[in-house]
């Protein structure tokens, strides 16, 4: 940060997590980026110019970009102090304001299901999204938010046994 400007400059591809403060997540899609800090996010353009945008919900825990069989730019972004992944397409990499139009979670489409603490994510070629969710496991739901299966945390894989052996 500069006078209040945001000023970026990306020698090679990083994968970069910080905390409350820090950058936590980046994504590029095109020449445009967008960087996230804790419950801020900026677009940045190809030169290198970052425009804060209107503040999100929650922090951001990751942020992921896609491009899709038609080749349409997808982003999306996990808010696990809301139990929820946005997704959206990116239609122009430059105006980045009303993009994140799908919300999935907590509720999935399917009854009794939720997303928690979603933490991480990605997307598999048949469209299925793949969410690591600290408080269920994994969770597979498709880009509408139907949940189609889960594992990992509904049942412990060995028996812990407190007291004497």
């Not at 994968?15 to 950058?23: K, L, T």
């Not at 603490?117 to 938010?145: C, Q």
Request: aromatic share 10%.
């Amino acid at each position: 940060m500069v006078e209040g400007r945001l000023r970026v400059s990306i020698v090679q591809r990083v994968f970069w997590h910080g905390g409350r403060g820090d950058v936590n997540s980046i994504a590029a899609i095109g020449d445009a980026l967008m960087v996230t800090a804790f419950d801020r996010w900026f677009a940045v353009t190809g030169e290198g110019e970052g425009t804060r945008r209107p503040d999100l919900d929650s922090f951001v825990a990751e942020t992921r970009a896609w491009t899709v069989s038609n080749g349409a730019q997808k982003l999306g972004i996990c808010l696990p102090e809301l139990g929820q992944l946005r997704i959206g397409t990116v239609r122009n990499p430059r105006v980045w304001d009303t993009f994140l139009t799908t919300q999935i979670g907590p509720s999935l489409k399917k009854r009794g299901r939720s997303l928690q603490w979603p933490i991480s994510f990605d997307f598999a070629p048949d469209g299925r999204i793949y969410v690591l969710d600290a408080s269920v496991g994994v969770v597979s739901i498709d880009e509408d938010g139907t949940y189609i299966t889960s594992w990992g945390a509904d049942k412990p894989s060995v028996d812990i046994i407190f007291g004497p052996v």
